[in-house]
């Protein structure tokens, strides 16, 4: 059975090689240009003023440091061994210096001077998008042998288009 598919597939190809292809110049007898309407997407950016309070206050690193402290004495405290107070001052530190920095923003976010406003430029970039009609292609109408044809293409043709031609056994 494997060795007449063998022999099926090299007589299709011997056919394929067989065939004979050739080209052609036909000529053009329509032209129609394809108009579509195309989305185009461009980033622009958007900026204006706002008024927002003023914050008062620099950050300062003495409230996370001394949470750590804190915390640092408080993990060596804990442990009883030696290993075990070095392992607990430093997480006992770490700890210590995260909660007391989490207490330190949310201090500076609601500090506020009653009164002051400050005029600030905020920027943000947002695509938009503009709809243009376009020529995409053209949809070509040729004749070759008697036979009228259409195809789309990119460009417009000029008066002929070239044709493949192939011939081979039926």
Request: proline fraction near 5%.
């Amino acid at each position: 059975m494997w060795k007449q598919s063998l022999m099926l597939g090299a007589a299709i190809m011997t056919a394929n090689a067989m065939a004979d292809v050739r080209y052609a110049h036909a000529p053009v007898t329509g032209v129609e240009p394809i108009v579509e309407t195309v989305a185009h997407v461009e980033p622009k950016e958007h900026c204006w003023f706002e008024d927002v309070p003023e914050r008062v206050g620099s950050p300062s690193a003495t409230t996370p440091l001394l949470g750590a402290l804190i915390g640092g004495a408080i993990g060596n405290a804990v442990g009883h061994k030696k290993r075990n107070k070095q392992v607990g001052t430093v997480v006992g530190a770490l700890i210590g210096g995260s909660i007391a920095a989490d207490i330190s923003r949310e201090e500076r976010r609601h500090r506020v001077v009653s009164n002051r406003r400050v005029r600030r430029q905020v920027c943000e970039v947002v695509d938009e998008t503009t709809y243009r009609r376009e020529v995409t292609g053209y949809l070509v109408t040729y004749e070759y042998a008697g036979q009228s044809y259409q195809a789309r293409m990119r460009q417009r043709p000029g008066e002929t288009v070239r044709v493949r031609v192939t011939v081979g056994p039926a």
